[in-house]
């Protein structure tokens, strides 16, 4: 990156703190998007691809080399979501560039993402959400906080990020509510249910003291030093839990998030309360749940309708 392009980046990401007010985690997504990360391997970022055509102005930037950049993309086998995601963060740039008067002509007007292969959220049935919930062991320390942190995760649809950041003085239990900061610094109230509020209790009067110790935080889930859970060792737990609940795929904090979604929706919630407990700007990024939901009913169906699973099998054999 050069000199002048370096300085431009670190002003970008001043404003993306101070005024935007976005996440620690978005700021560093950004950065690996458009600086790049050759620690994982050849670098892919946008300023490193630049440096590779021989462009040292953002002003040489414009429809063609945001073409030739993802044409470049697609044949180094990125996938289309990972695609979207970087120019997401260089269209975000460039706003930020046209709004300083940088550049005078913003090159992302005239190029859009390409089109993404939509795949349904996955999500865990009942049963396994269960198991899940009931593997940790509540006569420790860690037991109580992972108890209560997939509890929580799976009652109120948190992200990731918002459960690394909560503290203290945001959770109510007396009225079973817990005000988060999601994307953007955007406030919201999100429910849960007793079971949850009543893990929570139990940790925080006798797992959290033991693991705080003799330091002070605010943080609602503590490591075993006292300090703040970061996001890597909640991935950790929630697999350690998975293997002992005998779940064979995948579970990550996102996964809760949809099981969240979808499990409200089966139980005949109304789609703008769910848009508003998972902070969704736009009603569409919800509406994705209203199609998991269908599709499990429509298995549900399938498998219980005698009449139904004949007629399906037939339709399979004309085909």
């Known amino acids: 990156m050069t000199n002048s392009i370096q300085n431009v980046f670190d002003r970008y990401l001043n404003y993306l703190e101070a005024e935007r007010g976005v996440s620690p985690y978005t700021v560093r997504n950004y950065t690996s998007d458009l600086v790049g990360n050759y620690a994982r391997g050849e670098g892919r970022g946008f300023f490193q691809f630049l440096k590779m055509r021989k462009i040292s102005s953002l002003e040489e930037v414009d429809s063609h080399v945001l073409r030739d950049y993802i044409s470049w993309l697609m044949g180094q086998g990125v ?6 995601r970087k120019l997401s963060a260089i269209r975000s740039f460039y706003r ?24 349904l959220p996955s999500f865990l049935s009942v049963e396994e959400t269960v198991r899940l919930l009931e593997a940790p062991d ?3 320390p860690q037991g109580q ?11 109120s649809g948190l992200r990731v990020s918002e459960l690394v950041n909560l503290n ?26 007793e079971p949850a509020a009543r893990m929570l209790s139990l940790y925080l ?26 996001a890597r060792r909640i991935q950790k737990i929630l697999e350690k839990y998975a293997a002992q609940a005998n779940i064979e795929r995948r579970v990550h904090p996102h996964l809760l998030r949809h099981t969240f979604a979808t499990h409200l929706l089966d139980g005949g919630a109304d789609l ?20 998991v939901s269908q ?25």
Do not use: C
């Not at 996938?79 to 979207?84: E, L, W």
């Not at 940088?102 to 005239?110: A, F, G, R």
């Not at 599709?295 to 085909?319: F, G, T, V």
């Open 79 to 84: 996938v289309k979501s990972s695609i979207a």
């Open 96 to 119: 930020y560039l046209a709004r300083e008067g940088i550049i005078s002509n913003n090159p992302l007007d005239k190029t859009s993402s390409p089109k993404q292969d939509r795949h």
């Open 138 to 140: 509540l006569s420790t």
């Open 145 to 155: 906080r992972d108890r209560a942190l997939l509890e929580l995760l799976y009652a």
């Open 168 to 193: 203290l003085e945001q959770l109510d239990l007396d009225t079973n509510e817990i005000r988060v900061w999601g994307k953007g610094a955007k406030e919201r109230v999100v429910l849960i249910g």
């Open 205 to 230: 009067s006798q797992g959290r003291p033991q693991l705080l110790g003799n330091k002070k935080s605010r943080a609602v889930f503590l490591n075993r030093y006292g300090e703040r859970l970061p």
């Open 272 to 291: 703008r309360v769910v848009q508003e407990l998972l902070g969704h700007a736009q009603l569409s990024s919800t509406q994705v749940y209203t199609h």
């Open 295 to 319: 599709s499990q009913a429509r298995k549900i169906y399938l498998a219980a309708h005698p009449m139904a699973r004949k007629r399906d099998d037939e339709a399979e054999d004309e085909r």
